[in-house]
């Protein structure tokens, strides 16, 4: 059983955030992101990120979908036109 901890992990890595994101998205640190994400690849039984979304894809598609739609938007600066930035939408 995943902690709420993971889940929230879990969510952010789905979304495309790197684990320096994701830990100052949640107030922690880097190792202990990792840490999260390690436990959370264990109890999975998987290995990536890619996993990760093919997994969360044959659970549930239209909440992995909402996930990645709710971590990226475009970018702001003129000068990364065309280009993604990973932002949380406040």
């Known amino acids: 059983m995943l902690s709420p901890r993971e889940c929230e992990v879990m969510q952010l890595l789905?979304?495309?955030?790197?684990?320096?994101?994701?830990?100052?998205?949640?107030?922690?640190?880097v190792q202990t992101a990792s840490?999260?994400?390690?436990?959370?690849?264990?109890?999975l039984r998987i290995?990536?990120?890619?996993?990760?979304?093919?997994?969360?894809?044959k659970i549930d598609p239209v909440h992995a979908l909402d996930s990645a739609a709710e971590t990226w938007?475009?970018?702001?600066?003129d000068s990364l036109t065309g280009a993604y930035?990973?932002?949380r939408i406040a």
């Not at 840490?35 to 109890?43: A, D, G, I």
């Not at 938007?73 to 600066?77: F, G, K, S, Y």
């Open 14 to 29: 789905a979304g495309g955030l790197t684990l320096k994101e994701i830990a100052t998205e949640l107030g922690i640190s």
């Open 73 to 77: 938007r475009p970018a702001e600066d």
């Open 85 to 87: 930035k990973r932002a």
């Open 47 to 57: 290995s990536n990120e890619v996993e990760l979304l093919k997994l969360l894809f």
């Open 35 to 43: 840490k999260h994400r390690s436990n959370l690849f264990e109890k």
